[in-house]
């Protein structure tokens, strides 16, 4: 079965300090896509980022970007120049490729970013 | 604006009751998925649907059920309801059951009481 683990429950930055997210997958597959999903107050899920195992190269938008290590089964998500808005949790997920397959979350790491 | 849309946005209803949520999703999207986010599971998998057929069931308890009907609309429905299915429903929709890139819609909250 696979699984996404968040280990920091909570973290907390500076504006305009750059900010590392951790997550760790389990899985057996080796093709499989992850994710990275903001939910700020407003409760709504945003798509922030995507990775797709098959790519060395680590996503980047914006000032989001990945450090993808297939081997470690490591995908840790990086903000730049934090922002205020960039307050949330934000949510790790993972899906095999197969058709029929949902997105496994890990449990989310709330971020604070305070001026 | 992710484009898919939810309504009710917030429900209130008492145990034993049956609600219906509904979900349109993105424009062009065929497949529908079902998410539960409660404070203690987190976000959970509960069932998707692909251009009106059932394709996956995930953690989805008997007492719920869900159809996706011939506009591409779903429709969650929860019957028996318990204070613990007091949740925030979220629909999520992509253009093929193997697409992976998954939009979500702002939710239903749900309060059992």
């Known amino acids: 079965a696979q699984t996404v683990t968040q280990s920091q429950p909570e973290m907390s930055v500076q504006e305009a300090e750059t900010v590392t997210l951790s997550c760790t997958y389990d899985?057996?597959?080796?093709?499989?896509?992850l994710f990275w999903y903001k939910q700020p107050p407003s409760r709504q899920m945003i798509l922030v980022i995507r990775?797709?195992?098959?790519?060395?190269q680590n996503a980047t938008e914006n000032r989001f970007s990945v450090n993808f290590q297939k081997a470690a089964k490591s995908f840790s998500l990086k903000i730049s120049d934090s922002q205020l808005g960039d307050t949330a949790m934000y949510f790790c997920?993972?899906?095999?490729?197969?058709?029929?397959?949902?997105?496994?979350f890990g449990k989310g790491t709330t971020l604070s970013v305070s001026s | 604006d992710s484009g898919v849309t939810q309504t009710p946005k917030h429900l209130i209803t008492a145990t034993g009751q049956r609600v219906t949520l509904r979900c349109s999703p993105r424009?062009?999207?065929?497949?529908v998925y079902w998410y539960q986010q409660s404070l203690d599971q987190g976000l959970q998998f509960l069932i998707q649907?692909?251009?009106?057929?059932?394709?996956a069931k995930g953690n989805i308890l008997e007492r719920f059920s869900a159809q996706q009907f011939p506009d591409l609309h779903s429709e969650l429905n929860l019957s028996s309801l318990e204070l613990g299915d007091s949740a925030l429903y979220f629909c999520?929709?992509?253009?093929?059951?193997?697409?992976?890139?998954?939009?979500f819609g702002p939710g239903t909250r749900l309060t059992v009481t």
């Open positions: 999520a929709s992509s253009v093929e059951a193997g697409n992976y890139e998954q939009y």
């Open positions: 899985t057996s597959e080796n093709n499989y896509y």
């Open positions: 997920a993972f899906t095999i490729n197969q058709a029929g397959t949902a997105l496994i």
């Open positions: 649907y692909y251009n009106g057929e059932e394709r």
């Open positions: 424009s062009g999207d065929l497949s």
């Open positions: 990775q797709e195992a098959y790519k060395q």
